[in-house]
């Protein structure tokens, strides 16, 4: 039975992220692939450790890339409230992707999603987050350059017109089929997936000629690329592809980071006192005694705090590894083990959070349109 759920707006139960793969009809990111984006540079740990697992025409686009056709990236977020790490993950990836290919980069921030699809946020909220979450990209250095940041209503005049070229080839039975609407009670959210479609075609749109488009997302947001890869034909625009990322787990077990749950939860703005609260009430595989793990060892691959080792915090895979016996086999305890992942993550916490202040200064250097 399939008892779990993925879509753009919820994400519950075990996922089975294979059993997605065939229900979305996307492809493994397998050892071909791999082998051959490791041509262009060191390959990330996030590709090397199936976290990026999936994708749509990779291959295509590293074509037209060997042809000397440039893609450039496209993803973004819906602020709705503080960035978490399972935000930050996709965006790690995004500037490995621009900083190994040296490409443009399009971060749309969903304000107008936002606000249709959250009964209890004005849109002044969604626009004063959009402008928070900002400083959380811009913290993890991507090339100002190459980067442009969209807020979609302070945008809408560029994105617009396309959104109604693709708002017009979307049936409404489509995208009912898609995305369900089960928790919607407004008409604006119908129209909605056309917004997002729009930065995939939008740089062809103001080159006058096809760009290839590459949109590194979490899995749950294919839903809206797939409408937008169906119709771009129709428009003569080249279907944008994509590299699909899981989603980054909860600390009390789940799947998926969620602000719902905000002790499962790690936010770029917590505290260094917040962040070792939370990770030392982490979900683990231990035993109940201590008497016991010694004895039989743990559970890392039910563990949380092994997933985000695996996930973010351990980038050799050595010493993860090397914590998987240890565990396995008892002769670590969890105390230990999360002291040393709360170590990690206030580290990464506390250089983020200056980065972020220091951003405060660059927002204008990275905005597409102004307000
Ligand atoms: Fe998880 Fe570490 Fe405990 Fe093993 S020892 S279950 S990896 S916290």
Redesign the pocket.
């Known amino acids: 039975a399939e008892d779990f759920k993925v879509t753009p707006w919820e994400v519950s139960g075990e996922v089975d992220y294979d059993m997605l793969i065939e229900r979305f009809g996307t492809k493994h990111v397998d050892n071909a692939l791999l082998d051959r984006m490791s041509k262009y540079g060191e390959l990330h740990p996030l590709l090397k450790r199936g976290i990026v697992y999936s994708h749509r025409d990779m291959d295509w686009i590293l074509d037209r890339y060997d042809a000397g056709e440039k893609f450039y990236l496209y993803t973004g977020r819906g602020p709705s409230g503080n960035t978490h790490m399972g935000h930050l993950m996709p965006w790690i990836f995004t500037k490995y992707l621009q900083d190994t290919f040296k490409v443009p980069l399009y971060f749309q921030l969903t304000d107008d999603e936002k606000f249709l699809f959250n009964e209890k946020l004005t849109l002044d909220d969604t626009k004063n987050m959009a402008y928070e979450n900002m400083l959380d990209v811009i913290a993890l250095g991507f090339d100002p350059t190459l980067t442009k940041i969209i807020i979609d209503t302070n945008c809408i005049k560029t994105l617009y017109p396309i959104a109604l070229k693709t708002a017009k080839k979307i049936t409404f039975s489509t995208a009912r089929a898609v995305f369900g609407f089960e928790n919607s009670t407004n008409i604006g959210s119908i129209f909605y997936t056309s917004i997002q479609a729009a930065p995939a075609f939008m740089v062809s749109e103001i080159e006058g000629k096809n760009v290839p488009c590459l949109i590194p997302c979490g899995i749950d947001q294919d839903p809206h690329f797939r409408v937008a890869r169906d119709i771009a034909p129709l428009l003569g625009y080249y279907k944008p592809a994509l590299l699909h990322n899981k989603m980054f787990p909860g600390l009390q077990g789940t799947d998926k980071m969620s602000s719902s749950q905000p002790n499962s939860t790690i936010y770029t703005t917590d505290t260094p006192k917040q962040v070792r609260k939370k990770v030392m009430s982490a979900f683990?595989?231990?035993a109940v005694t201590v008497e016991d793990q010694r004895k039989n060892g743990?559970?890392?691959e039910i563990?949380s705090?092994?997933k985000y080792l695996h996930f973010l915090f351990e980038e050799d895979d050595k010493k993860l590894e090397e914590?998987m016996i240890k565990?396995r086999n008892g002769e670590?305890?969890?105390g230990e083990?999360?002291k040393s992942l709360a170590d990690s993550m206030v580290n990464f916490i506390e250089i983020h959070q200056e980065k972020r202040e220091k951003a405060r200064d660059k927002v204008q250097d990275y905005l597409f349109c102004e307000d």
């Open positions: 683990t595989g231990g743990g559970k890392p563990c705090v092994f914590l565990c670590i305890l969890c083990c999360k």
